[in-house]
């Protein structure tokens, strides 16, 4: 079964800088695009930035140029790299991965989510 798991999320003060890493689980014919969405209690989950494989890369506003996104594709991997954190950074972290996987003997397009990772902001 192919599986998406993401880690590296913790508690770290106003200016920190914290990584995040996705990795796809299995053996999955192929990655499109993968990327990470965080959501606020009480919000709708929002998209942070995403990457295809090829390396494009696209960013919400609020990013303003704080974090970065890269993949491995060797790895099967995607990473965030966040730095000058803010308190209203804090979210529930999420990775997702669009992708081509086998399924009972045929191929399907899929997009799976993560079980997300925490990122608390406070001093």
């Known amino acids: 079964q192919v599986q998406v798991a993401e880690s590296g999320g913790g508690l770290v003060q106003p200016g920190g800088s914290l990584k995040l890493s996705c990795v796809v689980d299995?053996?999955?014919?192929?990655?499109?695009?993968m990327g990470w969405y965080r959501q606020i209690p009480g919000e709708q989950r929002e998209l942070v930035a995403r990457?295809?494989?090829?390396?494009?890369?696209d960013y919400a506003a609020f990013v303003e140029g704080r974090f970065i996104i890269s993949i491995d594709n060797a790895k099967r991997t995607v990473y965030l790299q966040m730095s000058s954190l803010r308190p209203d950074d804090t979210a529930l972290y999420y990775c997702?991965?669009?992708?081509?996987?086998?399924?009972?003997?045929?191929?399907?397009?899929?997009?799976?989510w993560g079980q997300g990772t925490q990122v608390t902001v406070s001093s």
């Open positions: 990457i295809t494989t090829a390396g494009g890369t």
């Open positions: 997702n991965a669009d992708l081509q996987r086998r399924l009972y003997g045929g191929i399907q397009r899929a997009q799976l």
């Open positions: 299995g053996d999955p014919i192929r990655i499109y695009t």
